[in-house]
């Protein structure tokens, strides 16, 4: 019996303890992160098909939580939602208790249907240094306080409903090396950016308007720069003379002018979009183009086609107001497969040396639509370039049948 009641006793024992160490557990956590975690569950909730808060219950340790990370009693991660490819994602609001996790480096949030505005307290984050809430309904502008995030590496708020002006206290941002602000509905001209480690530029589809910033507003290090459907204007060789580490540039479907800066085709950009601009003058590469795709179609450039085009495999010339002959080379490549798409339609070209009975390579796409010339080969083009084979005689100085 005595036995009996020792053991007892000791289960009794254990039991307290075990309870009392999953309470120094719970406790754990710094207080105002625990509170700051509760306000941020009551704003949002799990859309049909997600689970993500299912293991959010505040009686056990919140640093459990999922997308949840914990450094000591502080949070210093959190990514909201199930990061699984095809989740639903969260609904509701940020609530502005996110800017009391005053340890967080990282915040980040699913594809969703996230409303309301950006809370003005995420400026209070001193340590922040990744936020990216992409893919959800968010609007209202972007807060200039986020300029006070110094250490922000990469920010990326696309594919929202965000309007107003960048600020400039984002562009002054000395860390910054991802900036993603496509899709949106933001207004103004582009900021200078300081950010000497900047490699990503990513504000296409927006409502962008004015000139590129000066030198040094868009810093040498931009690797990727995608401004394409804008409203951007001015001419662009000053701002882009010093990009000497591009790799990709899409400035299409904007209303820029002037000449395209030479160095451009010199870099080592796997994909050139300039196309729908205004941009004018010949294009007279001073070496071999070696990018893949070079796309300057639906612009005002004149003159001769160069030959240094030969080595492109996707080459769109089209509705611009080249002149004289296709060049030799182009067709060569064109015919051995080396050049994939030669558009060529809508210009003021007068000749091109090609045997009436070749067959084009079934890998090759070429259209001569609309130019100065009776047709010597007949291809199929895209429906945009027209029934009409050739132009009227009375818009064409030279002319070649």
């Known amino acids: 019996m005595k036995r009996g009641n020792g053991f007892s006793t000791t289960m009794v024992l254990l039991i307290v303890v075990l309870q009392y160490c999953g309470f120094l557990a719970h406790a754990v956590l710094n207080p105002v992160d625990f509170l700051a975690l509760q306000s941020i569950r009551k704003s949002l909730t799990d859309l049909p098909g997600s689970n993500y808060f299912s293991s959010w219950d505040f009686t056990s340790d919140p640093c459990n939580f999922a997308g ?4 000591g009693d502080r949070v210093v991660a959190l990514n909201l939602g199930d990061p699984q490819a095809g989740s639903p994602g969260l609904t509701g609001r940020l609530h502005p208790a996110i800017g009391r996790l005053s340890a967080l480096a990282e915040l980040t949030l699913v594809p969703g249907r996230v409303v309301g ?10 340590y922040l240094r990744f936020l990216a809430l992409s893919r959800n309904f968010i609007s209202g502008v972007i807060p200039a306080g986020l300029g006070q995030l110094r250490g922000l590496t990469t920010l990326d708020l696309s594919f929202n409903q965000l ?9 002054a941002l000395p860390a910054l090396s991802n900036v993603i602000l496509s899709h949106n509905r933001l207004n103004g001209s582009i900021p200078a950016f300081v950010s000497q480690s900047l490699a990503r530029l990513d504000l296409k589809h927006n409502n962008l308007s004015g000139w590129l910033p ?6 040498p290090s931009i690797q990727y720069l995608s401004l394409s459907s804008n409203r951007l204007s001015g001419p662009v060789d000053r701002a882009l003379s010093p990009l000497n580490q591009l790799n990709y540039i ?21 994909n050139l979009q300039l196309q729908r601009n205004q941009f004018s003058g010949p294009v007279q590469p001073v070496n071999p183009v070696t990018i893949p795709t070079v796309d300057l179609s639906y612009n005002r450039l004149w003159g001769e086609i160069s030959p240094m085009f030969s080595t492109v495999q996707n080459l769109y010339l089209n509705n611009n107001r080249f002149t004289g002959q296709v060049p030799v080379t182009l067709v060569d490549r064109l015919l051995d497969s080396s050049i994939q798409t030669l558009y060529l339609q809508h210009n003021y070209l007068s000749g091109i040396e090609i045997n009436p009975t070749v ?6 796409s070429l259209c001569l639509q609309y130019n100065c010339m009776v047709l010597p080969v007949q291809t199929p083009c895209p429906l945009k370039a027209g029934s009409a084979k050739s132009r009227p005689t009375s818009q064409c100085i030279e002319w070649k049948g």
């Open 359 to 364: 067959e084009i390579p079934l890998s090759s």
């Open 250 to 270: 899409d400035l299409s479907m904007n209303q820029f002018t002037g000449f395209i800066p030479v160095n451009l085709f010199a870099s080592s950009i796997t």
């Open 117 to 126: 505005s950006l809370p003005h307290s995420l400026s209070q984050l001193k």
């Open 68 to 71: 949840l990370y914990c450094d």
């Open 214 to 219: 000066p030198p040094p507003g868009l810093p």
């Open 163 to 171: 309007a107003g002006s960048i600020p400039l206290s984002v562009g």
